[in-house]
């Protein structure tokens, strides 16, 4: 068996990463006023091409700018989306230990537009610095509802919330395409809310704001479709799912029974790359309703501490998973970013680059070279 040449890579990661001191630095002096905006990215652009080498360097197939120009792995893009707002205010759904600052998002006008993004200048560094595949994460659509339901959203600018899907789902299809034009062939949805309504709690607290858990999969599930009808050929869709990472720490458990079938078999992206570094994630048995022509890429290392995993044991997951579907479906990655917000999670960088490390060693061994 020889591996993959399209993404997901055999051995791939999520895409954020631990940002480093002077990034950190620079962002804080910005705050404070220290700096100016222009030297701040000089900051940026430099820490982010190193980086990026330091991806190639370990054999990663695709890189990414590790979200050093955000702050958060969602609000960053969302909020830049036009008739969307980024403020601060109470949050409503909570880790299971310390929580991010309560930054929350709401319509402001009329969805469905859409002429740029600072994001896509984002993406061209990336293209423009790399000898490999550059990829791009951003938020899936779902993340503008699930946390907030109705509140998000003006009775007075959307009477009826079908109307502000299908303008949320157009405003993801014209965002997408101008990933596609800009050069963008990978880009990953990342999607924490399927798993979020695998948590019974967190169904309960969706179902007591006057949201039905049963039919937000399906609702989400149109958009996602949406967004992505206007694709490429030649374009990879992938989507992360996981059940929360702020500083180490979670807010869902459960196992992906309850969402797999439109999962897998209604939403129309190419790859999967699913959080099992822990029982939380539940079992491999979903993964049976993969149909053919679709990847899954195993998180199997996890992001939230720095303990370096055995190979044998990632192996040996490898094989039970692949009881459920075909090893040449499969790949390998972290099953989260390591930074989901500037903060990171609780480990250093050279554990985090001896977990990517690890993983590109695993996948030859597994899958060839």
Not at 213 to 223: F, G, S, T, V, W
Not at 255 to 280: C, K, Q, W
Not at 306 to 325: C, H, M, P
Request: charged share 25%; glycine share 8%.
């Amino acid at each position: 068996m020889t591996q993959r040449q399209s993404p997901p890579f055999c051995a791939d990661h999520v895409g954020s990463l631990l940002r480093t001191p002077p990034l950190k630095e620079a962002r804080a002096k910005r705050e404070r006023g220290e700096i100016t905006a222009g030297q701040l990215q000089a900051i940026e652009d430099r820490e982010i091409a190193a980086v990026i080498q330091r991806q190639e360097d370990i054999g990663l197939k695709a890189v990414t700018d590790g979200e050093f120009r955000r702050a958060f792995w969602n609000y960053d893009f969302l909020g830049a989306l036009p008739g969307v707002e980024a403020y601060l205010g109470e949050r409503k759904i909570q880790f299971q230990g310390p929580n991010p600052k309560p930054m929350m998002l709401r319509v402001t006008g009329r969805l469905g537009t859409f002429s740029s993004h600072p994001m896509l200048e984002h993406f061209n560094f990336v293209k423009t610095h790399t000898r490999v595949t550059p990829k791009m994460t951003i938020p899936s659509p779902s993340s503008l509802h699930f946390r907030y339901g109705r509140d998000a959203v003006p009775g007075a600018i959307y009477p009826d919330m079908n109307e502000f899907y299908r303008d949320l789902g157009q405003t993801y299809r014209k965002a997408v395409r101008a990933f596609a034009d800009a050069g963008c062939r990978y880009l990953q949805l990342d999607e924490v809310n399927f798993t979020y309504l695998c948590d019974p709690k967190l169904r309960a607290q969706v179902a007591n704001r006057g949201d039905d858990p049963e039919h937000l999969p399906a609702i989400y599930a149109r958009m996602i479709n949406a967004a992505i009808a206007d694709i490429p050929s030649d374009m990879t869709i992938a989507m992360h799912l996981c059940r929360g990472n702020f500083q180490s720490t979670f807010v869902a458990s459960g196992g992906y029974e309850p969402v797999a079938e439109i999962l897998f078999n209604t939403i129309n992206v190419h790859g999967y790359f699913m959080e099992y570094d822990s029982d939380r994630a539940g079992g491999f048995e979903p993964l049976r309703l993969v149909p053919k022509g679709k990847t899954v890429v195993l998180g199997l290392v996890t992001t939230k501490s720095g303990r370096l995993e055995s190979k044998d044991d990632i192996k040996r997951r490898i094989e039970q998973a692949a009881k459920f579907v075909p090893l040449d479906q499969l790949c390998l990655s972290p099953q989260c970013g390591f930074a989901s917000t500037e903060e990171g999670n609780i480990l250093a960088e050279d554990e985090q680059w001896a977990k990517l490390k690890m993983i590109v060693e695993v996948a030859e061994e597994v899958w060839g070279t």
